[in-house]
């Protein structure tokens, strides 16, 4: 069982919507990070116990715009607002 902060965090962080600034929070994990850790995927290794996992973020995230926009950008090496 969790302690009682913890699931009055769990609770009131469950509901976005219903906190006005909800999109000011900063994320526990940025796309990128999650994307660099799911990224090599050992296939050596048949089944360890995560590799379903990691390849289902692996995918997901490969359909967002932030990959396309990831990939263009460092296929093309653009470095948007450096001079």
């Known amino acids: ?48 116990p995560t590799e379903m996992l990691h390849r289902v973020i692996l995918h997901n995230i490969l359909m967002t715009d932030w990959y396309f926009n990831y990939y263009y950008n460092t296929k093309y090496n653009l470095n948007i607002g450096q001079n």
Not at 24 to 38: D, E, M, R
């Open 1 to 48: 069982m969790l302690p009682c902060r913890a699931l009055t965090l769990i609770h009131d962080y469950s509901r976005p919507l219903t906190h006005p600034d909800w999109k000011k929070s900063k994320p526990i994990i940025t796309t990128y990070k999650l994307y660099l850790h799911v990224k090599y995927i050992d296939p050596h290794n048949l089944f360890p």
